[in-house]
């Protein structure tokens, strides 16, 4: 049985970590393409699923199609509703261009022809687009399923949390765009645009909303992360303290961290995250002034005590 809450350092699988980030947006682009747009583009995002990162089903020829990071078998698998069923393996060296380029001939032999914007979203360090990028090319399937062993450890407790909000919330939606594993709640009132934004982020955060989720991390933090933030952010909110004693507010990135190594060690790691998501979200709903008893189920009687067994 593998580990539930696994550790994963960043310096151990880095050139994994990029080059599946970038394999991720070719099928996100992909979605972005044959799927109608949704509210902050939830549309385009993918799911956890019980064999890896799957897009869900998409429109195609009067039926279903859908791609689907199969992590157990180790390949890109392409379904349709109409029964075709093709892959793609994703061999330990298999450079991004290539990658690009198989996805789209699969999509091809079953009669899709999604047009993508090649270059990369939100990838700050180089613009090399991804049908020409031969850099990144190193991928190590057993550190892609200890990533993707974390985001099913993580995704049942943003669920449960999701559960406890009755106003807008997004579903827990894996961003290929920044490649984590979040969700969002929204107080129901429309927000200035962020400075300098381009399209998608004035769409993406053209609402108030508290949001958090799990990142790989940074060469600083050295390995995944929990994170939450508010948009916009309410003065006073870094001065807030939060639970557990492990979380913190990290002025750089204007957000709240909580390490997975802290959650990991944790007696009840579930709760020890569920009480980062809890305090986080009521530290900056209270400062914004949501209103937060139209917004929240009262939690049903029990509800801790059977979080705990689970």
Avoid at 24 to 38: A, E, F, I, S, Y
Avoid at 272 to 278: I, K, P, Y
Wanted: proline share 8%; glycine share 8%; net charge neutral.
């Amino acid at each position: 049985m593998q580990e539930e809450w696994p550790s994963l350092p960043l310096a151990s699988w880095k050139e994994t970590y990029f080059t599946f980030h970038r394999w991720t947006q070719v099928v996100g682009k992909v979605m972005l393409d044959l799927t109608p747009l949704q509210n902050h583009f939830w549309n385009a995002a993918l799911r956890v699923s019980a064999r890896g990162l799957a897009t869900g089903a998409m429109p195609h020829r009067g039926g279903l199609l859908e791609l689907e990071f199969d992590l157990v078998d180790g390949k890109l698998e392409l379904r349709t509703s109409g029964g075709e069923r093709k892959s793609l393996p994703l061999g330990s060296i298999l450079p991004v261009a290539d990658f690009h380029d198989g996805c789209l001939s699969l999509l091809r032999s079953v009669g899709a022809a999604p047009r993508i914007d090649p270059r990369p979203c939100e990838i700050a360090e180089e613009a090399l687009p991804l049908d020409a990028d031969r850099i990144h090319r190193r991928f190590d399937l057993e550190a892609a399923r200890t990533w993707w062993r974390i985001l099913i450890s993580s995704a049942p407790v943003l669920d449960r949390f999701r559960s406890r909000f009755v106003g807008k919330c997004s579903p827990v939606l894996f961003w290929w765009g920044s490649f984590d594993l979040a969700c969002t709640r929204f107080s129901g009132r429309r927000a200035p645009p962020p400075p300098k934004a381009d399209a998608i982020h004035r769409e993406a955060y053209s609402h108030e909303q508290i949001s958090a989720g799990i990142w790989p991390g940074t060469e600083e933090l050295g390995g995944p992360a929990f994170y939450a933030y508010a948009v916009p952010a309410p003065p006073g909110l870094s001065q807030q303290r939060v639970e557990p004693d492990a979380a913190f507010w990290h002025a750089g990135l204007g957000e709240w961290i909580l390490p997975w190594e802290a959650v990991r060690a944790a007696r009840d790691p579930a709760a020890e995250l569920l009480a980062f998501l809890e305090s986080t979200y009521r530290s900056a709903a209270i400062l914004a002034r949501w209103d937060r008893a139209a917004l929240e189920r009262a939690p049903a009687e029990g509800e801790a005590e059977r979080a705990a067994r689970q």
